[in-house]
């Protein structure tokens, strides 16, 4: 059994266990044993013949006995009953998403805001796994907590981005913003600024609670920004703790395959957003999808790695996620 393969098994358990606020605490320790899967990718069945699962991090007793009867029968007879307790059985039409061709990531953020790490360390986690290109998207300015990026730090920024170019060959970074979505549709930095930046993800962090009329409004205005490539993690939501923002799904995510706009997955575990059936509705309005890990680490770009059964459950087809496309193929950076 591989590794990658009962990582997304694991996820899609602590997902649904994270619908059950009694179970948040299990529900995080499935989660994070999918992440351990997905960054250590052990050889689980020699671990499952020595008996010793539970040497892998995270990984105690009650989640070694649920892995151990996945890797003897490549099923796991707890995930088949927790889909059907919660009402989401296997479907016939889940798609076939081989991270073996995911050529980079989207959304991605450096000590410049809120993450943890340098560029270059971001740089070097993802040439390590073999990406072509990394979004480099921290925040815009009005999240001062997380010291959001105006456009003289972008700039300072962007010669940091050229340097840590030059020190790890082979990778493209792209230079990007996750810019604030605001109240009123408007975004937090000046289109003269946007235009010139290779990917810009547009996203809602604060006043999820709008009333969903305005909320459709303020959503349809950003979708409609030309310089907006991507909404991230367009609900907001953080399943087992927050509910997303309410909005017109369908009016907005069709005017998002109008503009070409992608609508992201969010596979942080604790967002999750899209979630599948959100991302199924998005996939029949002609949406394409950005598959991001949304990583402030670079041990967090594995999220993707347990959490991409969100596209395969919502069968999307490789071609209509931009992560599977070549750099050439990103027409946003030719924009
Ligand atoms: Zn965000
Ligand atoms: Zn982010």
Redesign the pocket.
């Known amino acids: 059994m591989d590794a990658i393969a009962a990582a997304q098994v694991l996820s899609e358990i602590g997902y649904l266990l994270r619908q059950d606020p009694k179970e948040s605490f299990r529900a995080k320790a499935f989660s994070r044993a999918a992440w351990s899967l997905a960054v250590e990718r052990p050889d689980l069945d020699s671990l499952q013949q020595a008996n010793r699962l539970t040497s892998i991090e995270g990984v105690g007793p009650g989640i070694a006995k649920i892995l151990s009867g996945l890797v003897e029968t490549g099923r796991s007879s707890y995930l088949d009953r927790l889909r059907t307790e919660m009402g989401q059985p296997a479907r016939d039409d889940e798609s076939t998403i081989d991270l073996a061709s995911y050529q980079g990531d989207l959304h991605s953020h450096t000590n410049w805001s809120d993450g943890r790490a340098t560029m270059l360390e971001m740089a070097r986690g993802a040439k390590a796994l073999g990406y072509r290109y990394l979004g480099i998207t921290d925040h815009s300015p009005r999240i001062k907590v997380v010291n959001g990026l105006d456009a003289e730090r972008l700039l300072a920024q962007s010669r940091e981005r050229e340097q840590v170019e030059q020190e790890v060959d082979g990778l493209a970074l792209l230079q990007g913003i996750?810019v604030d979505i605001l109240e009123d549709g408007g975004l937090d930095l000046p289109d003269a600024v946007l235009e010139l930046l290779d990917i810009v993800i547009a996203?809602p962090?604060v006043k999820l609670r709008q009333e969903p009329a305005a909320m459709t409004e303020r959503m349809l205005r950003a979708v409609s920004n030309p310089n907006v490539d991507v909404i991230?993690?367009p609900t907001g939501r953080r399943p087992g703790s927050r509910e997303g923002a309410s909005y017109d799904v369908d009016l907005v995510f069709r005017e998002a395959a109008k503009h070409g706009v992608a609508l992201e997955i969010d596979c942080d575990p604790a967002r999750m957003d899209l979630s599948p059936e959100h991302a199924r509705l998005a996939l029949e309005l002609g949406c394409n999808f950005s598959l991001d890990a949304?990583a402030h680490a670079p041990a967090e770009f594995a999220y993707v790695h347990m959490a991409a059964w969100m596209a395969r459950r919502a069968g999307i087809p490789m071609d209509r996620i931009l992560n599977f496309k070549p750099l050439e193929g990103l027409t946003m950076i030719a924009k």
């Open positions: 996750e996203s962090h991230g993690h949304d």
